[in-house]
């Protein structure tokens, strides 16, 4: 069964909720999360750090290379990217905070559909196609393959 996992940044500002698919992976591959503002002055240039948008998914490779045999991935071009990238080890969503920023959306719209249930209707769909354009203009790794098209 593919898990879920909560994890503060490492300045303990922001939290994640990570996403472990294929059912490879656990917490204990993840070894930090930076958030925009405690990811500023690290490395850029590590094969265990995944960015998106100034957020950063550190890896325990150590964890990573004991699973390497279970994964489609020839060792040689293992990655944090290529470990995000198909979904071994990534967000929750589209972005870090997504579980927390969709909700307090939602919930701005839900007012709707106690009172006029066509206009809650119109304004879930205005708001989901909006959401994912803004997250396309804002660059966020996920939906990089959504802005080709």
């Not at 303990?12 to 925009?36: H, L, S, W």
Request: charged share 25%.
């Amino acid at each position: 069964m593919c898990q879920s996992y909560r994890k503060v940044c490492a300045c303990g500002q922001n939290t994640t909720e990570i996403f472990f698919g294929r059912m490879i992976f656990d917490e204990q591959v993840v070894a930090k999360v930076y958030c925009p503002n405690c990811s500023q002055n690290i490395a850029t240039d590590c094969d265990n750090r995944m960015w998106d948008n100034g957020w950063v998914l550190e890896l325990n490779m150590e964890v990573v290379q004991a699973h390497i045999p279970v994964m489609d991935i020839a060792p040689e071009d293992v990655t944090a990217d290529r470990i995000f990238d198909e979904g071994y080890v990534t967000w929750v969503g589209i972005t870090p905070d997504d579980h927390q920023t969709r909700e307090q959306e939602r919930n701005q719209i839900q007012k709707l559909a106690k009172t006029d249930l066509l206009a809650y209707i119109q304004a879930m769909k205005e708001w989901g196609l909006n959401r994912e354009k803004r997250f396309v203009n804002e660059g966020w790794r996920k939906m990089r393959a959504r802005a080709i098209h």
